[in-house]
């Protein structure tokens, strides 16, 4: 597959697979870095960058988008080349799929250290999560 706006191919074990396919169709393929499921429900999707530069291939956000607005979740970008900025975007805004979306002047959700993500990840999704089965058992005893 070739991304749309560059013109590079996408190389990785899907890629392979469908080389005997290439064509200049408009066809995406894109990975979700976290998937952050508590209890049996998925939370939200996390799209990690390692980079200074705090922008994410427009088409990869569309595509994304489509994924957390269908499941109903809230969708954050990662920043972490010199601590963390986390950044949420909104499944239902307008986003174009131009070659980058910047996030230069959007506000971070969260800035700070790899334990400070750690504690915002508890304090709105983990601390809610449900009993283990194992627990369960402790309690009923």
């Not at 109903?72 to 950044?87: A, I, R, T």
Request: with cysteine.
């Amino acid at each position: 597959m070739k991304c749309p706006y560059c013109g590079n191919f996408l190389e990785n074990t899907l890629f392979k697979a469908l080389e005997p396919y290439h064509d200049n169709s408009a066809v995406v393929v894109t990975n979700i870095d976290y998937v952050l499921e508590v209890g049996n429900r998925i939370k939200c999707l996390i799209e990690e960058k390692h980079s200074n530069w705090k922008v994410i291939r427009g088409y990869q956000l569309v595509t994304l988008k489509k994924v957390a607005k269908s499941l109903k979740v809230p969708l954050y970008v990662l920043f972490s080349k010199n601590g963390v900025e986390l950044f949420e975007f909104d499944p239902k805004q307008i986003v174009r799929s131009n070659p980058y979306v910047s996030f230069e002047n959007t506000e971070p959700v969260l800035s700070g250290s790899i334990s400070d993500l750690g504690a915002w990840l508890y304090e709105n999704f983990l601390s809610h999560a449900p009993l283990s089965r194992v627990e369960r058992r402790k309690l009923r005893r």
